[in-house]
């Protein structure tokens, strides 16, 4: 199991910072944070999630550190990396909670000093929601953990996110390679956020709320959208997304086809296979 | 209040039809049957759901009826309707169930024998599932209710309508024009279901399955879908669907041209968009 006295630091105590903070905390680790705004540090101060925190100065919390999580949107984390990356101690083991990986992994793991490791991960638990006021309604109960592995990595920091990932409480934990995992992340999480987009930007019809029912509610939830965050994961991602979105257009541009048709056979082929497929889900 | 000595008869025992004749029932009312499939009707008179009923040979049924319930396909009540429309006795009101309008209620009251009311509406309760052994199941409760009445409809009629759909307890009874609710349900409700099954259509990603988040599983749980009666409902509806496939088609190729050219500050906006506009619908 995870040794105790090591020191855990969190660089970036967002919504995911903030909630691996709090849930390291209470299963009795020593966490410091490192925070660019000071209201949010304060707050992670206050509620106990760190038991020391800066928003500057902070090179001897990278320096002590024996675990780092870094909480950043992508490009942050590797402009933070080149700037204090150097600071970090040999047998430091770093991960991060970024939902895109191409692009990310290999730099960072390319500016680790000897003897650092980062071994890339993704707790698939984003919400609506952001900012660390707002971690301790994060659920990990029923998310997916990934891991990403390259060939840079070594069994013992794969074991250590492995045994972090259970303490913090993940249903299931997997492993993918940054490539699996960004065309995985691409259909099962970009494209349906590009959909419920595009669905509430096609034209204004506030006046039909009053009408919606569950399908339309649940279709357009994940429409409420963190526009920071989700353009830098749609970026990152931006070639397994338009491959997706293009895979999808086919298919809606066909049904289309079938209805301006009248074409009664091809619409049933298609809800039929809807349906025996979404049913595997189910499973 | 409704009229408890009066005569109910509900023609074709499906989910909505099984339902609307549990609930009558259950609440004092007299109701017959007519279903095709003699399974059906046994389960429906196992039940208690109705009182009594046939598959054939029910002239007796529909002459003797003060209030006709159709839990038929449009295709399938336009064809009952130029059978069996002549033996409604005068004072008989009728109404349906179905999620299209155009082209249904329109020929039906021109069938209506003289001092035969048909009053048109639709209970948005539908489910993935179908066929009166899983009426129970469908919840009227926070579901709305759509009348539609024509210029041929009377006060009478639009007050019984209105009584039925507080016995069967929904949530929320509105009025809308046949065109009016045509558009609307293109848009809350089939467009959604053309989305959620061209989604799953597109590839056959069902080694996915294992790494699905709840937008995922929200986004394509209605691409489980009755074959026979979806297709009959988006070709009955085909000029809104179409034309809401392409607003949204449009939308979604903005996206794609944002995403293409590495527009941040249009994937930005169309985030903080969608944002706003979902909001209103959680209001």
Redesign the interface.
């Known amino acids: 199991m995870l040794d105790k006295s090591k020191r855990y630091l969190v660089v970036g105590l967002g919504l995911l910072g903030g909630k691996y903070a709090l849930e390291l905390t209470k299963a009795g680790f020593t966490v410091d944070g490192i925070n660019r705004s000071e209201k949010h540090l304060q707050y992670a101060l206050d509620k106990g999630y760190i038991r020391s925190g800066k928003t500057h100065d902070f090179e001897d919390l990278v320096s002590g550190a024996d675990y780092v999580i870094f909480g950043l949107y992508p490009t942050a984390l590797l402009t933070w990396f080149e700037t204090y990356g150097r600071l970090l101690k040999p047998g430091c083991i770093c991960t991060d909670v970024s939902g895109v990986k191409t692009g990310l992994v290999g730099p960072v793991q390319e500016m680790c000093p000897a003897g650092v490791e980062f071994i890339a991960s993704h707790p698939?638990?984003g919400r609506e929601t952001s900012s660390v006021e707002h971690a301790a309604e994060v659920n990990f109960a029923p998310?997916?953990f990934?891991i990403t592995p390259t060939e840079k990595n070594t069994a013992r920091a794969i074991v250590w996110i492995t045994e972090l990932a259970e303490v913090l409480g993940f249903r299931?934990i997997?492993t993918l390679t940054v490539e699996e995992h960004d065309r995985?992340i691409g259909?099962?999480?970009q494209?349906?956020?590009?959909?419920?987009?595009?669905?509430?930007?096609?034209?204004?019809?506030?006046d039909?709320?009053?009408?919606?029912?569950?399908?339309?509610?649940?279709?357009?939830?994940?429409?409420?959208?963190?526009?920071?965050m989700?353009?830098?994961l749609?970026?990152w991602n931006?070639d397994n997304?338009?491959a997706?979105?293009?895979?999808?257009?086919?298919?809606?541009a066909?049904?289309?086809a079938a209805?301006?048709a009248?074409d009664?056979a091809a619409?049933?082929e298609?809800?039929?296979?809807?349906?025996r497929?979404?049913?595997?889900?189910d499973?």
Chains 1, 2 share one sequence.
Not at 191 to 206: K, P, Q, R, Y
Not at 277 to 281: E, V
């Open positions: 698939m638990a998310a997916n990934i299931r997997s995985m259909y099962v999480s494209l349906c956020h590009a959909i419920a987009v595009s669905l509430m930007c096609a034209n204004d019809n506030t039909l709320c009053e009408y919606t029912g569950d399908s339309f509610r649940d279709l357009t939830r994940i429409a409420k959208i963190n526009e920071t989700w353009s830098e749609f970026l931006r997304l338009i997706e979105i293009d895979q999808f257009d086919g298919a809606l066909q049904l289309r209805l301006a009248g009664r619409l049933e298609m809800f039929r296979l809807s349906t497929r979404r049913a595997a889900f499973e």
